[in-house]
């Protein structure tokens, strides 16, 4: 080989190509290098955690309630890959940038880090600028990686060097060579003798190099974010919860119903809705956990362990929970068994008093560990229901999902204004003075369930048989309850439905209506009336801003 020759650098598709292929490289590079600098952080430190995040608080109510419906509790996992999918696009056409103009193409990647930092550090949860590191870390990393690859495919001459290149035509190899005053050529060296050219096993090595070590860094951030579960995970294995000094009366007999299809009366913690904004589910450890208690009339503020709670008296209650993002129909709504401090007494420790006995403050603000804010009259916490700190559900620590170690239940309200998972801090505020999460996003200050009644069994587009047809489902009107269900078949008079025995005000009722199907298409409509002699209205709102209301209907064709 001569050695005079200097190999030229690499041009056309293929430059461009290796150049893409480099972005791919500092992006999976500055993502796992985040990964891993999270973990000595805080794993929701992250960019893809922290960008994903701000993207749901921006998400407009219609969207997110779209998504919900799309995609349920998978609209977490379809946001994640979604952006990951953006950052590859992103990834790419910053590498071949970065082929022609070196600089710019690491400036970008610098660029990114910068979002992923603003986006880590106004997360709500956010306590630190420390938050902001994975990102510039991550970022810098993957800036210098693609900086060295893109140098590794060569850089060119000022064009004026290069007259033979006047013949090409402005395809990708003339658009890289004419690169006058570029990164690139800024950094090349000045005499021609020192100018690199393709440098194909430096590129190889560096690259094969940068993806092991950038698995690596992953894989070692995922496990040790991983590990920082495990106290979260053991400190819930050690929960024992105490006997309830008041117990909830067993479920009467005929509250559950036998029927093939119809949601069970009490709902599995595994089967149980789940909704909220929180990308990774927080996992709390229990024993450093800490609750305090401040604000507005708070006579004698007050900061509590779990296991301070644990030592109050506890009362356990089913309570059904309902999101107002559940469509006439839809599934957002559970039963469960929860057992936890009642809420007035220990707001009545503190020295607060509801407005209707003179107390100040008119709305509790609940704040969990990832930054959720949920706002609750104060009245209705405090008017005699069985408002709750929960620490139980059905029978187990609350799972992860559903706000370990403590969430508030409040039997009646909607949970985007009561049900705070994760909760950590109860403030006492007045409405005027304060917007919630959901209520800065158009939602209404104050929601009660509606009364609302769904059709379990048949299915929509159900073929059932002709003769008798078990038409069944729940009814619900926390806190007042309900008092009769109604079907409907086509446009026909309203027919009585059988109604299960009733368990408290507090929870849903299932309810069953045999009916005589005849062959053909047709539609069932259920309706429910509460005890306050209130039947379900037609009318067909959307969800936003106070919950939907409706009929619910299912069409079928009897065989
Ligand atoms: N920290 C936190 N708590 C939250 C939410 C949330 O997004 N974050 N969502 C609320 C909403 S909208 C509902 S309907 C209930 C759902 O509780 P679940 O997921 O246990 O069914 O939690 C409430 N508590
Ligand atoms: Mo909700």
Known sequence: MDHDVRPEPLRGIKRLSLGALSGLLAGYAAIAVAELVSAAVRPESGPVIAVGGAAIDRTPPGVKDWAIRHFGTNDKLVLQLGILA?????????????????????????????????????????????????????????????????????????????????????????????????????????????????????????????????????????????????????????????????????????????????????????????????????????????????????????????????????????ITLTCVS?????????????????????LEACGVRPPSKGGPADQLVARSVDGMTIGSPVEDVMDGRDAMLAVGMNGQPLPFEHGFPVRMVVPGLYGYVSACKWIKDIELTTFDAYDSYWVKRDWAQKAPIKTESRIDTPKPFGRPKTGTVMVAGVAWAQHRGIDKVEVRVDDGPWNEALLAAE???????????????TKGGHTLTVRATDRTGQTQTEKRTPTIPDGASGWHSVVVTVD
Request: charged share 20%; no cysteine.
């Open 326 to 346: 559940n469509e006439v129909g839809g599934p957002y709504v559970g039963n469960a068994r929860w057992i936890g401090v009642r809420l007035a007494d220990l």
């Open 86 to 318: 953006v950052l590859t696009v992103l990834a790419l056409v910053l590498g071949a940038v970065a082929a022609r103009w070196r600089v710019i193409g690491s400036v970008g990647v610098l660029a990114f880090g910068v979002v992923g930092a603003l986006a880590a550090t106004s997360r709500p949860d956010s306590t630190s600028v420390g938050d902001a590191l994975p990102s510039v870390v991550g970022a810098v990393v993957g800036a210098g990686l693609l900086y060295w690859l893109i140098g590794r495919l060569g850089t060119f001459r000022a064009p004026v060097d290069r007259p033979s290149e006047q013949a090409e035509t402005a395809d990708a190899d003339a658009m890289a060579a004419r690169a006058p005053g570029d990164g690139a050529t800024a950094t090349g060296a000045k005499n021609e003798g020192e100018e690199p050219g393709w440098d194909r096993r430096g590129f190889i090595l560096a690259a094969t190099a940068a993806a092991a070590a950038s698995t690596g860094a992953g894989l070692a951030g995922r496990a040790l974010n991983g590990s920082q579960d495990q106290n979260a995970v053991a400190s819930r294995k050690k929960v024992v919860i105490p006997a309830a000094s008041s117990t909830a009366a067993p479920v009467p007999k005929g509250a559950a119903l036998r029927i093939n299809g119809i949601s069970p009366f009490m709902t599995p913690n595994g089967d149980f809705y789940r909704v909220d904004t929180a990308l990774v589910v927080p996992k709390v450890d229990a024993t450093s956990w800490r609750l305090r208690v401040h604000g507005k009339s708070v006579r004698r503020e007050r900061t509590l362990s779990f296991d301070d709670l644990l030592r109050m008296p506890l009362i356990e209650r089913n």
């Open 503 to 517: 368990d408290t005000r507090d929870t849903w009722r299932q309810w069953s209506y045999e009916w005589q199907a």
